[in-house]
C-alpha cells in the first residue's frame, strides 16, 4: 500500500502491509477478528481515538523519520495512554523474554565469567531503562495529566522528556556488538543468533518509541499549553544516533581501562596513576567515545577480550 494510510482503509489490509503495527494496536487495546471493518469502525467500537490512531500507525508506516508531526488532531490522553501500555510491554514482557532466551542461549557457570558479564550488561541497561522510563511516568507523565485538568502547573527541571533516550538506543547496540565482536561463541548458535536478531528488534522499537515521544507526544503537549495559555521554555533534545569509532586506544587510555576492569573508582585510578580526577573523567569519556562502549561491565568484558587482563584480575 503506497502512501499514507486513510480512515477509511480496512485495518486487515493495513496490518497485512507491517506486521509492526499489530504491536501499535494492542497498545490501543484494540483487538484480533476485526474481519472487514475499516480503521474508523474498529476505533469506534474499541473507543479508541482514530485520528491519534492513524497518526502513530502512519508515522511508524513511514519509518519514524526524526521530525515533529503534525498534531492539530492528535488526542493527547490517548497519546499518553499508548506510551504507557508500551512501557509495560518493555518492561513486563519484551526485556524479561529477552533476558530468559539469553540464559538460556549463553553457558552462565561459575566458569564462564564472560557470560556472567554480559549477563550483568544486560541487567544494568535494564535497570537504565526501567529508571528512564519510570521518570517519565511520575514525572513528565504526572504533568501532563495534570495539565489535561487545567491545573497550573510546572515541570520540574523544565524538559518534558529525560535527556537519556540517545543513551538507552545506544547500549543495545553495543550488547549486540559485544557479542559479534568478543563473545566466544561455544553454546548453541541458533539459540544465541536468535536472541541476537531479538535484541536488534528491541532496539528498533524502542527507537521508534523514543521518536513517538520526541515528535508526537511533545508537540501535542506543547499545543496544550498554549491552548492552556501555560507558557514556559521547552529545551527537549533530540536522540542522535552514533555509529561505534574504531580509534585503537593509547597507552594511557589501555592503563584506564585495566584499571576500570578491575573495579577501581576514578579517584583510585587517579591516585594510581599520578592523575587528576578530572583528567582520569577526561581518559574514560574518550575511551567510551572511541570504543562506543559506556559501562563498566562493557569494559571489562572488552579488556578481557582483548587481553589487557585476565580474568582472576577482574573484580566481578
Same mark, same amino acid.
Given at each position: 500500500?503506497?502512501?499514507?494510510?486513510?480512515?477509511?482503509?480496512?485495518?486487515?489490509?493495513?496490518?497485512?502491509? @507491517?506486521?509492526?503495527?499489530?504491536?501499535?494496536?494492542?497498545?490501543?487495546?484494540?483487538? *484480533?477478528?476485526?474481519?472487514?471493518?475499516?480503521?474508523?469502525? +474498529?476505533?469506534?467500537?474499541?473507543? %479508541?481515538?482514530?485520528?491519534?490512531?492513524?497518526?502513530?500507525?502512519?508515522?511508524?508506516?513511514?519509518?519514524?523519520?526524526?521530525?515533529?508531526?503534525? %498534531?492539530?488532531?492528535?488526542?493527547?490522553?490517548?497519546?499518553?495512554?499508548?506510551?504507557?501500555?508500551? $512501557?509495560?510491554?518493555?518492561?513486563?514482557? *519484551?526485556?524479561?523474554?529477552?533476558?530468559?532466551?539469553?540464559?538460556?542461549?549463553? @553457558?552462565?557457570? +561459575?566458569?564462564?565469567?564472560?557470560?556472567?558479564?554480559?549477563?550483568?550488561?544486560?541487567?544494568?541497561?535494564?535497570?537504565?531503562?526501567?529508571? $528512564?522510563?519510570?521518570?517519565?511516568?511520575?514525572?513528565?507523565?504526572?504533568?501532563?495529566?495534570? *495539565?489535561?485538568?487545567?491545573?497550573?502547573?510546572?515541570?520540574?527541571?523544565?524538559?518534558?522528556?529525560?535527556? $537519556?533516550?540517545?543513551?538507552?538506543?545506544?547500549?543495545?547496540?553495543?550488547?549486540?556488538?559485544?557479542?559479534?565482536?568478543?563473545?566466544?561463541?561455544?553454546?548453541?548458535?541458533?539459540?544465541?543468533?536468535?536472541?541476537?536478531?531479538?535484541?536488534?528488534?528491541?532496539?528498533?522499537?524502542?527507537?521508534?518509541?523514543?521518536?513517538?515521544?520526541?515528535?508526537?507526544?511533545?508537540?501535542?503537549?506543547?499545543?496544550?499549553? $498554549?491552548?492552556?495559555?501555560?507558557?514556559?521554555?521547552?529545551?527537549?533534545?533530540?536522540?542522535?544516533?552514533?555509529?561505534?569509532?574504531?580509534?585503537?586506544?593509547?597507552?594511557?587510555?589501555?592503563?584506564?581501562?585495566?584499571? +576500570?576492569?578491575?573495579?577501581?573508582?576514578?579517584?583510585?585510578?587517579?591516585?594510581?596513576?599520578?592523575?587528576? +580526577?578530572?583528567?582520569?573523567?577526561?581518559?574514560?569519556?574518550?575511551?567510551?567515545?572511541?570504543?562506543?562502549?559506556?559501562?563498566?561491565?562493557?569494559?571489562?568484558?572488552?579488556?578481557?577480550?582483548?587481553?589487557?587482563?585476565?580474568?582472576?584480575?577482574?573484580?566481578?
Amino acid at each position: 500500500m503506497s502512501g499514507q494510510y486513510k480512515l477509511s482503509d480496512k485495518l486487515s489490509y493495513v496490518v497485512a502491509n @507491517d506486521y509492526r503495527l499489530l504491536q501499535v494496536m494492542s497498545r490501543f487495546g484494540i483487538s *484480533l477478528g476485526f474481519g472487514e471493518k475499516t480503521i474508523t469502525e +474498529v476505533c469506534r467500537k474499541c473507543e %479508541v481515538d482514530s485520528d491519534t490512531f492513524l497518526t502513530i500507525i502512519n508515522y511508524v508506516k513511514d519509518g519514524a523519520e526524526n521530525r515533529p508531526q503534525r %498534531v492539530e488532531r492528535v488526542d493527547v490522553a490517548s497519546v499518553l495512554s499508548y506510551l504507557k501500555k508500551t $512501557h509495560i510491554y518493555f518492561l513486563q514482557f *519484551l526485556f524479561p523474554n529477552i533476558r530468559f532466551h539469553l540464559l538460556n542461549a549463553i @553457558d552462565c557457570s +561459575v566458569k564462564n565469567e564472560i557470560a556472567f558479564l554480559v549477563l550483568k550488561f544486560y541487567d544494568e541497561y535494564v535497570e537504565e531503562v526501567r529508571k $528512564h522510563m519510570e521518570y517519565e511516568e511520575t514525572m513528565v507523565f504526572a504533568y501532563v495529566e495534570k *495539565l489535561m485538568k487545567g491545573e497550573a502547573v510546572t515541570l520540574e527541571g523544565g524538559n518534558l522528556l529525560s535527556r $537519556h533516550h540517545e543513551s538507552i538506543e545506544c547500549k543495545l547496540r553495543e550488547l549486540t556488538n559485544l557479542f559479534i565482536q568478543y563473545y566466544p561463541q561455544k553454546e548453541n548458535n541458533e539459540r544465541l543468533n536468535s536472541v541476537i536478531v531479538s535484541i536488534y528488534q528491541a532496539e528498533e522499537e524502542l527507537a521508534i518509541h523514543c521518536l513517538v515521544e520526541d515528535n508526537i507526544f511533545v508537540p501535542a503537549v506543547r499545543r496544550l499549553q $498554549h491552548q492552556t495559555k501555560v507558557r514556559r521554555t521547552e529545551n527537549v533534545e533530540t536522540p542522535s544516533l552514533q555509529m561505534p569509532n574504531i580509534e585503537q586506544l593509547s597507552d594511557r587510555e589501555k592503563e584506564i581501562v585495566v584499571c +576500570v576492569a578491575k573495579g577501581m573508582a576514578n579517584k583510585e585510578i587517579a591516585e594510581k596513576l599520578y592523575l587528576s +580526577v578530572n583528567t582520569v573523567t577526561t581518559h574514560r569519556r574518550n575511551i567510551a567515545r572511541k570504543l562506543n562502549i559506556h559501562s563498566p561491565a562493557g569494559i571489562t568484558i572488552y579488556a578481557i577480550m582483548n587481553k589487557l587482563v585476565t580474568l582472576e584480575e577482574v573484580n566481578i
